[in-house]
Nanobody, 123 residues
Framework: QVQLVESGGGLAQAGGSLRLSCAAS????????MGWFRQAAGKEREFVAR???????NNADSVKGRFTISRDNAKNTVYLQMNSLKPEDTAVYYC?????????????????WGQGTQVTVSS
């Protein structure tokens, strides 16, 4: 089992940056693909980015060129660097872990979830 704890959310102005972190418990972090999802008020949870065990990344079209996912296996941590933030990026951001290797971006493919961290972008 993996426990995930997100941090780094907060308030930013449009055009600004934030970096989210997700710390994972356990000694098998590098056996999981990791992902970030977000859920805005009144909307469904949506895929943001994914990084495989080997470091291959996949980003949603809405964040390409602005957000970067990375991982540090020595620290059991995955990051989401968010640049050029827009008000429409406002949401609760969730970290998730996937035991599989399908590369799926569906929320249902992920096995473990954090509690989420709020990101608010003002115009």
């Amino acid at each position: 089992q993996v426990q995930l704890v997100e941090s780094g959310g907060g308030l930013a102005q449009a055009g600004g940056s934030l970096r989210l972190s997700c710390a994972a418990s356990g000694r098998t972090f590098n056996n999981y693909a990791m992902g970030w999802f977000r859920q805005a008020a009144g909307k469904e949870r949506e895929f943001v980015a994914r990084i495989s065990r080997g470091g291959i990344t996949n980003n949603a079209d809405s964040v390409k060129g602005r957000f970067t996912i990375s991982r540090d296996n020595a620290k059991n941590t995955v990051y989401l660097q968010m640049n050029s933030l827009k008000p429409e990026d406002t949401a609760v951001y969730y970290c998730a872990a996937d035991k599989g290797s399908s590369g799926s971006t569906r929320a249902g493919a992920f096995d473990y979830w954090g509690q989420g961290t709020q990101v608010t972008v003002s115009s």
